[in-house]
């Protein structure tokens, strides 16, 4: 019973946001091991069935749920909006969830309960947000391939984490076969020529899912009997007043959830052929967004001529026939900084085209003297065959002839420790004043863009 209340409690506040992410996998994101995150966490949490040592304390449960789950929060709220680009990337709302759950835990099952199963919600916070998963499948070469076995090494992990009570040595046996097999099983089957969404899906769920699950079953077939011994959980009373102030706190989290926007409708419509009209032809290529967006994607750079007295300026393009990836990573921040900019909605003058955005970094607020400074304007758009996201790059240096910094790959260092580290050192937002000399290069840049390929410009 009260696993179901605990369950209402999760899913009535965050509905609109695990909606959004089903269906975005369904599209085709490529975040499709959240299907079994719930079944991994759901297995941690049986294995952790041990009753908890101590007396509860209800009074203690109310106090040091309300505390930590507040700050927590806080803190995920502070995150959202003092770098709300990097909090979209990481999908910290997901994060609010697991908050939100061991907050409501604590209070159905004791803090105590849930201080025991702390495993269980170091997996989930380490999982629920998709950008370490990206970043791992991303270095281990992206596609199909690399998704299915990142995935059935989380899966093993879980094995590990759900058999506390189980001899180390079976543990660490079980957990690391469930892992192999995972592995191996992605590499066979898409050897095989499996592919497409629906294929990658299955395989997802058949790597970190079900090879999970009998992995578990194995471990708990060992030894079942020495543990059956395990005494029965005395769980703590709660009254219907206790239950109507959860149901309270889940309908105050459901108002302060943003909805998500990860599963927008259809981008405005593009001319085809808008790059060959403006006589931009495409030049260096950056390979490495296919380790992102799958193997039909490219980035493209396009070289803008140079005007004297202007910046100088590029346009740079992914291409991708994967609506639901390429919005995956639309907080990303493709170009070096220091400081993690934040991007902010931008009118491109185009009523069809609604996805403007821009992001600059800040010359007086940069470390590293080696980082160019750029202005960035970019919005999403679809041809006849593909989806576009285009990124207008400008030098900030609006005296020199350099050429924007060129696009990089993701990184550790740029997701987590920088923006960690600014944190720690600055207070300040970090916004940025922009040379109007640099935005109007690149406003005349979007104009020229638009009028070649955006609607009703055929």
């Known amino acids: 019973m009260r696993v179901a209340v605990l369950l209402a409690l999760i899913l009535i506040p965050f509905w609109g ?30 294995g952790h069935r041990r009753p908890p040592n101590g007396v509860g304390d209800a009074e203690a449960d109310w106090i040091l749920s309300g505390f930590f789950g507040g700050l927590g929060l806080f803190l995920r709220h502070l995150m959202s909006n003092r770098f709300p680009t990097l909090s979209g990337l990481w999908q910290l709302p997901l994060v609010g969830a697991v908050l939100w759950a061991a907050c409501a835990a604590a209070v159905l099952f004791g803090v105590r309960r849930v201080m025991q199963t ?23 070469g992206g596609g199909a391939v690399a998704a299915a076995a990142v995935t059935g090494v989380i899966g093993g992990v879980a094995v590990f984490l ?13 957990a690391a076969t469930t892992s192999l097999v995972g592995v191996g099983a992605a590499v066979i089957a898409v050897g095989g020529g499996l592919d497409g969404t629906r294929s990658s899906l299955l395989l997802v769920v058949l790597c ?20 059956q011994s395990a005494g029965k959980a005395v769980l ?20 302060l959830n943003q ?15 808008w790059a060959a009209r403006l006589g931009l032809p495409a030049g260096e290529q950056f390979s490495f967004i296919q380790r992102y967006l799958g193997p039909h994607a490219t980035f493209a750079r396009h070289a803008v001529p140079s005007i004297p007295g202007l910046p100088e300026a590029a346009v740079d393009v992914i291409t991708t026939n994967n609506l639901a990836a390429l919005r995956t990573y639309r907080d ?17 003058g185009d009523p069809a085209v609604v996805e403007g955005r821009a992001a600059a970094t800040d010359s007086s607020l940069a470390t590293d003297p080696h980082v160019p400074d750029w202005y960035v304007v970019t919005w999403l758009w679809r041809t006849d065959a593909a989806y576009q996201q285009i990124f207008v790059v400008v030098n900030q240096t609006w005296t020199s002839k350099a050429a924007p910094p060129v696009p990089v790959p993701l990184s550790i260092r740029a997701t987590v420790i920088g923006p960690a580290l600014w944190l720690v050192r600055q207070q300040a937002d970090p916004g940025t004043k922009v040379d109007p000399a640099v935005t109007a290069r690149a406003q005349q840049v979007v104009r020229r863009v638009l009028s070649a390929g955006g609607p009703g410009h055929g």
């Open 236 to 255: 703590p009373r709660r009254s219907w007043g206790s239950l109507a102030v959860l149901g309270l706190g889940a309908g105050i989290v459901l108002l």
């Open 162 to 174: 759900a058999a506390p009570d189980r001899p180390p040595v079976w543990r660490l046996g079980v």
């Open 208 to 227: 970190g899912g079900v090879f999970p699950v009998f992995g578990f079953l194995l471990l708990h077939g060992i030894g079942s009997r020495a543990s």
């Open 332 to 348: 990303a921040l493709w170009y070096p900084a220091t400081v993690p900019p934040n991007y902010q909605p931008l009118e491109l």
């Open 259 to 273: 909805p998500y926007t990860a599963f927008d409708g259809q981008p405005a419509s593009a001319q085809a052929n």
């Open 118 to 140: 702390w495993p269980l919600w170091v997996f989930a916070v380490a999982t629920v947000t998709p950008l370490p998963y990206l970043l791992v499948t991303a270095a281990a």
């Open 17 to 46: 946001i695990f909606r959004g992410v089903v269906l975005s996998i369904a599209a085709g994101a490529p975040i499709a091991y959240l299907t079994v995150v719930p079944l991994l966490i759901a297995m941690i949490g049986l």
